[in-house]
Structure formats: C-alpha cells, structure tokens
C-alpha cells in the first residue's frame, strides 16, 4: 500500500483499535482521521456523509493522510479498489495505526 508504514491487514496487532474503532465506529474514525489531517473538528455533517458514502469518503481520507505525512499520490487500485472498497474496514484500520504512529489521534466515536 504506497508509502504507508503500517499494513493493510495489520489489524490483529491493534485488535482494541480494529474492533472498536474500525469495526464498530468506522464512520466515525474516518470522518475524524479527514478532519484531523486537515486540522480542524469533524462536525455531525461530516459523520454523515461518511455513513452514507463510506468508500467514497474512506478514500478521500486516505488521499488526506498521504498528503500530510507526504506519502504521495493515492492509487485508484491500492487506495480506491482495496482499502475503500474491498478492505474498508482494514483500510480504515490501517489508517489509525497510522496515524498514531504518527501521534495523531485519529480515534472515532470512543479513544480507546
């Protein structure tokens, strides 16, 4: 996956992370993973839009987060077709191990 340092099916190395995160609050994580490499709050608007568009949204996440750490440009099959669209929920995994890496705190509804 690019540039990312952590691994797209890295998820078992953050199971708290991947479950409550990813997979139970996944909507959440992404919209504040966005509004996080942009610098600002996410709002009750950019939830939405994430759940109702989670690949779309997902991806421009990704394109968000490569473009803070200088990651270079997203892949349409890389970004778009696995991690937003086949692997999202690992996609969205990946990103928070990433960015606390990074020491963000890309966490959604619940920090764990």
Known sequence: M???NE???GCFSDIVSCIV?????GSCSSA?????CEGTEAGIVDYILHMIFGPCCNYKTREAIRSKYGYGE???VGDCIIASWICGLCGTAQQIREMKAKGDSPAGCIEV
């Open 21 to 25: 995160d990813a997979w139970i609050c």
């Open 7 to 9: 691994g797209l099916f």
């Open 74 to 76: 997203a892949s349409i």
């Open 2 to 4: 690019g540039d990312f």
């Open 32 to 36: 504040k993973q966005k509004a996080t």
